[in-house]
């Protein structure tokens, strides 16, 4: 069994015990990304059909707005792209994005996730979540720290939900966000990033 196999949050919930909750827990202000991300962004919506595949997404919309966040704590964390994750035969895998704790040894050495990225094949948040809550839980253990929360992000591109996980308990925050209000999702994913950054694993 690997993280893709969890078709849903509660198959996740079920086999680790974790309870499920919604509440806000992003405290996010509107902020702008700089000038040379929304020109190339804005270049890409008007001459290239961005959301046609998920590759288009990928490349066009979410690992280059993750990117843009990362510049702002890249002494902290490390950025990784399809880097794989296992705790065990059945929580591992490859994440689409892992955002970790920045090792001493360099930037080839994975060190413990604090934030994980999935995209949502095919539109499908399920399963995206069965995905990211696994993964969650195979950071959790990796990192052997169950008081400190890890944080997922599940997005196709366009529509953004977010959502922690602390000791047994995993809440997703109720406000999605979208890329054409894109200083609010901009503000979200600094916020989240910055939440992962106070971790005492960094």
């Known amino acids: 069994m690997a993280f893709s196999d969890f078709k849903n949050i509660a198959e996740v919930q079920k086999k680790y015990h974790i309870k499920y909750h919604e509440a806000i827990f992003l405290v996010t202000e509107e902020i702008q990304p700089s000038e040379n991300f929304l020109s190339d962004l804005e270049f890409y919506k008007e001459n290239i059909d961005v959301f046609s595949s998920e590759a288009s997404r990928c490349e066009i919309i979410i690992s280059p707005l993750l990117r843009e966040v990362y510049k702002k704590y890249y002494l902290k964390c490390s950025f990784?792209?399809?880097?794989?994750?296992?705790?065990?035969?059945t929580l591992s895998g490859t994440p689409d994005y892992i955002f970790s704790a920045r090792s001493e040894l360099g930037k080839t050495v994975l060190e413990k996730p604090i934030l994980i990225v999935v995209e949502a094949k095919k539109n499908d948040f399920e399963q995206g979540w069965g995905q990211?809550?696994?993964?969650?839980?195979?950071?959790?253990?990796?990192?052997?720290?169950?008081?400190?929360?890890?944080?997922?992000?599940?997005?196709?591109?366009?529509?953004?939900?977010?959502?922690?996980?602390?000791?047994?308990?995993?809440?997703?925050?109720?406000?999605?966000?979208?890329?054409?209000?894109?200083?609010?999702?901009?503000?979200?994913?600094?916020?989240?990033?910055?939440?992962?950054?106070?971790?005492?694993?960094?």
């Open 80 to 89: 990784w792209i399809q880097k794989s994750l296992s705790y065990d035969e």
């Open 132 to 202: 990211c809550l696994a993964e969650l839980v195979a950071s959790q253990k990796i990192n052997d720290d169950f008081e400190h929360p890890v944080y997922g992000i599940v997005t196709d591109g366009n529509l953004w939900q977010f959502g922690e996980l602390k000791r047994d308990v995993f809440v997703k925050e109720p406000i999605n966000f979208t890329i054409d209000k894109l200083n609010q999702l901009y503000g979200a994913l600094n916020y989240v990033v910055q939440l992962s950054g106070e971790s005492p694993n960094l």
